[in-house]
């Protein structure tokens, strides 16, 4: 009975899993249960819980898809998927790249950048300063 029911909420595929899992449950339950309780109805009750249990965590599982979609940016910022922004920052020198990755979105001091880069703290300013100028001048203008 129990499979039956976990069957027809869930298909013959997952449904001796939750059958699986609502004996489990009901092994860990069954010393409080009251000694005049229907057991078949609380077994159908657990089973029926168990089945939905396996139907949600179905539907929060990703989708398989062949490519992800492009999403465009509707705050400008790099976190949000921006074609164009990621276009310009690929487009700078490695070091001035560096230099703004490290600068602007990790929030890193000068002094830190110049250890990771191998440069001095001053070119690094210089680097993220340059790099920035560009940034602005290729993507700034735009919405």
Not at 69 to 83: C, I, L, N, T
């Amino acid at each position: 009975m129990v499979l039956r029911v976990c069957r027809v909420v869930l298909g013959p595929a997952d449904a001796e899993d939750a059958w699986s899992e609502t004996f489990l449950s009901a092994l860990k339950a069954y010393p409080e249960l009251p000694v005049d309780a229907n057991v078949e109805a609380w077994l159908v009750t657990i089973a029926h819980r168990k089945a939905i249990d396996v139907v949600r965590a179905r539907e929060r599982r990703p989708v398989t898809v062949p490519e992800v979609p492009e999403r465009p940016s509707a705050s400008g910022r790099p976190e949000d998927w921006d074609g164009d922004l990621w276009a310009a920052l690929g487009a700078l020198p490695d070091k001035q790249r560096a230099a703004v990755a490290y600068h602007y979105l990790a929030g890193l001091p000068y002094r830190e950048i110049a250890e990771i880069t191998g440069g001095s703290t001053d070119a690094a300013r210089r680097a993220a300063a340059d790099g920035m100028k560009t940034l602005r001048a290729t993507y700034g203008g735009r919405s």
